[in-house]
């Protein structure tokens, strides 16, 4: 299906800082074809990437580019579609008037299987949540209960903007099988641990294997992930680098989440976790890594130096005691930043603009500095960011010709965002998801008025409370 979009607000970037522009947008195929009329000349649509650089004025221009220049709209009509160079082509038109449009948030680390035990292991450390909590319950939970729980947290995303997800999973094919049921966008890894890639940890790196083989495609790609340095032996940790080098995939890992898990790895290794797998060859620019709360050291320029991507979970880290991500820090040695929720049993929501507002406002109070990780900033490494992390800068994360056409409408007479004074303030300290109308993701509609479209929603919580009843 094509669409022009009409009447909406784009959030684009031009060289004087971020605008809601109204301006029309056209869906080909699955990515955006144009931005602007196609009657306009180039030189009319020369801002063409949307949410990133310096905020300077976010308020809504009713002067859009094209529109207004003089330009005739060639071939506009709502009945028959567009005529371009001769060629007519049909469009379904959308009015988005009141709506904002913007790139779908990326959410950079999650466990989507854990939204089964959502608010399960509260108020409890990081132990006795992890060991004599959660890894009980996930070692009696059926194999398709992870399906249902999956797809449940599919729909939480999706609910609240969320387009593209990076999950680790421990249920073999469940998570790809839950991301491809709801038209997700998803970069998905099985789980490793053990002393040897291909001895006691080979079953779990061929399920992973086995994943990639049968789910991947043009929405969801497979990372290998290895779980953390405390569950994989330095063997295993090399011999996933060498893996992911030969299949050109790429990694993630818990790490330094903790400061026990720091202190442990100084103590027998005689290194931090970041030093440990500086030298086990690990870290390179295709590597994710996840929390980085527990920064020491050297710790910063090891992972500057190596270009690896940090996904910051300030809810996760905040409610497990074990602290914040020096982000202002790491900001400042030009790391690339993106944000993740981690998994409903630790966050307890999968709610990225939740995420977002609690990042700004976190590390304004640890600073004790009202511009630290500002608006901007914040929106940037929900979606530019974790675009660059998963090598798909200017294809994700944007609105630009030839991006991939993931997409959220907000609307911008919700009681939370008006009077839309800055689109940017509203987008990181005003939204809570509840604004999130409608979703789409190459160019296909997910969820539209708010009615999901791929999920079933009544039978996933069927299928949820049944399994809560049995397992937990």
Not at 158 to 185: E, L, N, W
Not at 435 to 459: P, Y
Request: one cysteine or more; charged letters at 25%; aromatic letters at 6%.
């Amino acid at each position: 299906m094509n669409y022009k979009i009409e009447n909406g607000c784009l959030l684009l970037h031009t060289e004087e800082g971020f605008q809601a522009v109204k301006q029309d947008l056209y869906i080909e195929d699955g990515k955006i074809a144009k931005i602007g009329s196609f009657g306009a000349g180039k030189e009319e649509i020369r801002s063409g990437s949307l949410v990133g650089g310096i905020e300077k004025d976010s308020r809504i221009l009713e002067t859009g580019i094209g529109k207004g220049s003089g330009i005739p709209e060639a071939g506009m009509s709502k009945g028959s579609g567009v005529q371009e160079a001769g060629i007519e082509k049909d469009y379904q038109i959308i009015d988005a008037s009141n709506k904002l449009i913007m790139p779908g948030l990326i959410n950079m680390h999650t466990h989507a299987y854990m939204t089964v035990m959502r608010n399960y292991a509260d108020d409890v450390d990081f132990d006795e949540w992890l060991f004599r909590r959660v890894m009980p319950v996930e070692d009696q939970l059926p194999k398709e209960a992870a399906y249902w729980s999956s797809l449940l947290g599919c729909m939480e995303m999706i609910q609240t903007g969320t387009t593209s997800f990076v999950d680790m999973h421990m249920y073999h094919k469940q998570s790809p099988k839950a991301a491809q049921q709801a038209g997700m966008r998803a970069f998905i890894g099985r789980g490793l641990v053990g002393e040897d890639l291909y001895q006691d940890g080979f079953s779990r790196f061929q399920e992973a294997l086995e994943e990639k083989e049968a789910y991947e495609s043009d929405l969801i790609k497979f990372i290998l992930s290895p779980h953390a340095i405390y569950s994989c032996s330095g063997k295993l940790l090399s011999q996933v680098a060498e893996e992911a080098a030969k299949r050109d995939m790429q990694k993630q890992i818990h790490l330094s989440e903790s400061q026990a898990e720091v202190d442990n790895a100084i103590d027998k290794y005689g290194k931090t976790p970041v030093k440990y797998l500086s030298d086990l060859g690990f870290l390179d620019k295709g590597t994710i890594l996840a929390h980085c709360v527990q920064m020491r050291q050297d710790d910063l320029d090891i992972l500057r130096a190596h270009q690896a991507n940090i996904v910051t979970n300030p809810a996760s880290n905040a409610k497990l005691g074990n602290g914040f991500a020096p982000i202002c820090e790491m900001a400042e040695k030009g790391l690339n930043i993106c944000i993740g929720t981690d998994g409903a049993c630790s966050n307890n929501t999968l709610n990225m603009f939740r995420e977002m507002g609690l990042l700004s406002i976190i590390h304004k109070g640890i600073a004790q500095d009202s511009t630290a990780a500002p608006a901007q900033f914040v929106i940037k490494a929900a979606t530019e960011h974790a675009a660059k992390a998963l090598s798909m800068e200017q294809k994700l994360g944007v609105i630009a010709e030839q991006a991939e056409a993931d997409l959220v409408f907000l609307d911008l007479h919700a009681a939370s965002l008006f009077p839309n004074n800055n689109i940017l303030s509203s987008l990181c300290y005003s939204a809570n998801g509840s604004e999130v109308e409608s979703v789409m993701v190459k160019g296909r509609f997910v969820m539209r008025n708010r009615q999901m479209l791929t999920i079933d929603a009544e039978r996933v919580y069927y299928e949820v409370d049944k399994i809560v009843r049995k397992c937990l």
